[in-house]
């Protein structure tokens, strides 16, 4: 038998910053990522906006999905947090 959608387990990725690296950092706002970044998290808003207004969600659902909304919307106002 396949295991055609078994998906292959990875090792977790360890990452360790620069002693000197800046923690505040800069966002571009009009770098080609930053631009990705914003249309995928508008998108994405939209979607979790919509799925939020259909009828018949539990509490739960309506919960995790204003949470996800929260979290959009606090990555697109990343530009203005400074």
């Keep these: 038998m396949l295991n055609l959608f078994k998906k292959k387990k990875e ?3 360890e990452v360790k910053l620069r002693e000197d690296y800046a923690r505040d950092g800069v966002l571009d706002i009009y770098s080609d990522t930053w631009i990705f970044i914003k249309n995928w998290a508008t ?19 309506t919960t995790m999905i204003r949470g996800r909304i929260r979290l959009l919307k606090d990555i697109l106002e990343l530009p203005k947090k400074r």
């Excluded at 998108?43 to 659902?61: H, P, S, T, V």
């Design 11 to 13: 090792s977790p990725i």
């Design 43 to 61: 998108n994405e808003l939209n979607r979790a906006r919509e799925f939020n207004d259909k009828k018949g969600l539990d509490i739960i659902q």
